[in-house]
């Protein structure tokens, strides 16, 4: 379908990003490859956003070295990021998904249809006309999926997308990250809830203070954590 | 030495059939007829029979402050967008100076365009000292920092607003100030508005430059000095109401835009 | 951005097109007494219907309006400070100078006359007891034909009115119609033209104090600039007007100029001493 290049793998090669005299990410090398979903789990402050940003493209390390299947400084053509509050455009639902479409530069015969698959795809298709900054807040999150998907991407950042959410919403929510992995796109999502990452993930990845602490494939991770900062979280305390 | 002529009864003498011509009424056809000074015509009963003179200066006024606003509009609002979005060196000097400008004394860029245009002066060769193009560029000179720092600000908060979605849809340079002036319309709307405002509102620059001749560049304000310093108030107080009241429907007529946008897209 | 380029071209467009269409026209310096007293509201149309020439008058004092004509901004110039003119000559931005009409100032003083000056035809006399008496007084302060006029009295009457002035002299700097504005509102005393007195509708309690004085007198006259200073001019045109005030018509016509059934201007068109 597409002969473009894909972004995967991202490599992060001991990439450390400062704010100022504040260090966020600290010396963190990872491989984020095609496969399921890679969650992103960890205390506040952990460093996940930054962590997402990075991935995305939207930050540069203050140290070492960020690659997109062994390019640097890859425009975001095939990546794609929900935010954790995503910010929706003045215009109607279909307006939204229709800028994204103009902006990955799909033919505008195609709109039309795109729009409606994607609207269907989030269960949004009876609000198409309705002005998306009235919608409220989990179908703004959903939207905001269907925004990313416009540009047919290969991997899909989301920032902790049920964080805000009522548990029918969240459901919804996590239906519509399931559907969207099985068709093959990589899912890297942040969450601060272990329960989420177990429905959905994949592999885990731990944050800590800006570190990587531990990896591994959800079974794993959650049946025999090796470290003891994962088993102090994965017991639901305080990790300091 | 001079001999002064006995008062004619006012009505049915010869005299008045030569001054006729200087009454208003529908009929009278000479652009450059002066107001008359005989028994009144007030502003209303100006206002209900259309009187020629009095349409010719309102249409006078909505035309050189609606161009002049135009022009500030082409000027300002891509140099507001620019400022906005565009870290420079001494950036934070223009923004001061930007709205600071937006509180010039109307007399004092009257004055300064009128040595401009003066025969004297620099741009002597186009001729336009006393003509409503003078009107125009001397507005435009008010307005345009007005709209240029509303624009800014607009843009600015927009930009704080729809980064990470912008960037993160790879939204090109010229694409994302399309974006945003679009998305920005409606405030800037009012920045437009704002600046048509002070544009009817002035007298001090228009004044100057354009020599308040009648017929010609005599608007409602510089016809309100005029009849104020003649004496005339209730004919002044008249065409004040008259300018108010358009100032007041023009804002209307925008906020009733406003709100049927806000409605379609916000 | 296609239609507000297309906005701005029909904007362009529309206020170019009476300037374009104004080309039979000349902009004469006049001030703002004459402008107030309503003659080219009069005037003007005849003249327009008779040569098709609109006249463009931008009122001022009479000594700014002679510095338009010196900056080569008006065509020609219509005042009334003989003093004036005749610099104006001297200098070359004038061809020549016509006598066109006269009139008299009069001084105006509030009803309750603090001066006790009402009725006295002696204006140097009055001017002294209104000092004397520190009696409220509005000058135009605006170099125009008036304010050369009142400065003129004051030196007649032996009187240094820049050091002897006092809280009681105000000197405004506007026009005729301000001066009487200000002199009603604050009660005092203002030299005006009959003209605009006659025309002037906000007197209050307003009156005519002294008149008559010969020293009174107020000529005025009109003065092609000269097209060797400033070639823009447009000297046909303007030579026409000023044959046309100068002639028996024109003169016939001013003559006709009356407010209340009261002539204001007095032709003399062809007095060799006006």
């Not at chain 1, 570190?211 to 959800?218: C, F, K, L, P, Q």
């Not at chain 2, 009095?54 to 006024?61: D, E, F, G, H, Q």
């Not at chain 2, 908060?157 to 399309?178: F, K, Q, S, T």
């Not at chain 2, 008249?238 to 925008?254: D, F, H, K």
């Amino acid at each position: 379908m597409h002969s473009a290049p894909s972004d995967l793998p991202i490599r992060f090669e001991s990439v450390t990003i400062d704010a100022g005299a504040h260090r966020i990410l600290d010396c963190v090398s990872l491989i984020i490859k095609s496969g399921p979903p890679t969650l992103l789990i960890g205390p506040n402050g952990s460093g996940k956003t930054t962590f997402l940003r990075a991935a995305m493209g939207l930050l540069s390390p203050s140290q070492g070295q960020l690659t997109w299947d062994g390019a640097a400084d890859v425009p975001p053509v095939r990546r794609a990021m929900v935010f954790q509050r995503p910010v929706m455009l003045r215009r109607t639902a279909a307006g939204n998904i229709r800028y994204a479409l103009k902006a990955a530069n799909i033919p505008k015969e195609r709109h039309e249809a795109r729009i409606a698959e994607l609207l269907a795809l989030v269960g949004l298709a009876d609000i198409a006309s309705r002005p998306a900054r009235r919608l409220s807040g989990g179908e703004q999150q959903r939207l905001a999926l269907a925004r990313a998907l416009a540009r047919d991407p290969t991997v899909l950042f989301l920032d902790e997308p049920t964080a805000s959410l009522d548990p029918a919403a969240t459901k919804a929510v996590e239906d519509i990250v399931r559907a969207i992995a099985n068709r093959g796109i990589k899912v890297v999502m942040a969450t601060h809830d272990l329960g989420e990452a177990r429905r959905l993930a994949g592999d885990i990845v731990l944050l800590h203070r800006g570190r990587v602490v531990e990896t591994g494939d959800a079974d794993t991770f959650f049946r025999s954590p090796k470290t003891g900062e994962a088993k102090t979280f994965i017991a639901g305390e305080l990790l300091l | 030495m001079w001999a002064r002529s006995s008062v004619a009864a006012f009505s049915g003498s010869k005299d008045i059939r030569a001054e006729k011509q200087i009454v208003f009424s529908p009929r009278s056809t000479p652009r450059s007829t002066e107001r008359s000074m005989q028994p009144d015509t007030s502003a209303l009963h100006l206002v209900m029979t259309g009187d020629p003179t009095l349409m010719a200066i309102v249409k006078l006024s909505l035309t050189v402050s609606l161009c002049a606003v135009v022009i500030a509009a082409i000027i300002g609002v891509p140099l507001g967008a620019f400022i906005a979005l565009t870290r420079f060196r001494g950036r934070e000097g223009v923004i001061v100076l930007l709205n600071a400008l937006m509180g010039l004394p109307p007399v004092v860029v009257g004055l300064a365009v009128y040595l401009m245009l003066s025969r004297s002066g620099v741009l002597g060769q186009l001729g336009l000292l006393f003509t409503p193009s003078a009107m125009v560029f001397a507005q435009a000179i008010l307005v345009t920092p007005i709209i240029a720092a509303l624009t800014r600000q607009t843009i600015e908060d927009l930009w704080a607003e729809y980064r990470d979605e912008l960037n993160g849809m790879n939204v090109g340079p010229l694409a994302r100030i399309a974006t945003l002036i679009w998305d920005g319309r409606f405030s800037l709307v009012v920045a437009l508005l704002a600046g048509f405002g002070r544009a009817a509102a002035e007298v001090g620059a228009i004044i100057i430059v354009g020599g308040n001749i009648d017929g010609f560049t005599r608007t409602m304000t510089t016809a309100i000095a005029l009849e104020t310093s003649k004496g005339d108030l209730p004919l002044a107080i008249g065409l004040g109401v008259i300018l108010i009241t358009i100032v007041i429907a023009i804002n209307a007529l925008a906020w009733t835009l406003r709100r049927a946008g806000e409605r379609l897209a916000r | 951005m296609l239609s507000r380029r297309l906005l701005l071209v029909l904007c362009a467009l529309a206020v170019a097109s009476p300037a374009v269409a104004q080309d039979k026209s000349i902009v004469v310096a006049s001030t703002t007494s004459t402008q107030d007293s309503g003659l080219f509201g009069y005037l003007l149309p005849i003249f327009k219907q008779k040569t098709g020439i609109d006249v463009k008058v931008v009122a001022q004092g009479t000594g700014q309006a002679l510095d338009t004509a010196r900056r080569g901004d008006a065509d020609v110039v219509f005042v009334h400070a003989k003093s004036a003119e005749e610099k104006f000559l001297s200098e070359g931005f004038g061809v020549k100078r016509y006598p066109v009409m006269y009139n008299d100032f009069i001084l105006i003083g509030p009803a309750s006359d603090p001066a006790g000056v009402k009725g006295s035809k002696d204006i140097v006399a009055s001017l002294t007891t209104i000092k004397n008496k520190g009696a409220p007084f509005i000058s135009r302060g605006d170099r125009s034909g008036t304010h050369i006029a009142e400065l003129a009295l004051w030196k007649a009457a032996g009187i240094d009115i820049e050091s002897s002035k006092g809280p009681w002299y105000k000197a405004i700097g506007q026009g005729m119609g301000a001066a009487l504005n200000t002199a009603s509102a604050a009660n005092a005393y203002v030299l005006a033209d009959r003209g605009t007195w006659l025309a002037f509708k906000n007197r209050g309690t307003l009156a005519i104090a002294v008149e008559g004085d010969k020293r009174l007198f107020n000529q005025y006259g009109v003065m092609l600039v000269n097209p060797a200073k400033h070639p823009t001019v447009k000297k046909d045109l303007g030579q026409q007007f000023i044959d046309f005030l100068v002639s028996p018509e024109g003169q016939k016509v001013i003559a006709g100029y009356k407010v209340n059934g009261e002539q204001l201007f007095y032709p003399n068109a062809s007095d060799p001493n006006a």
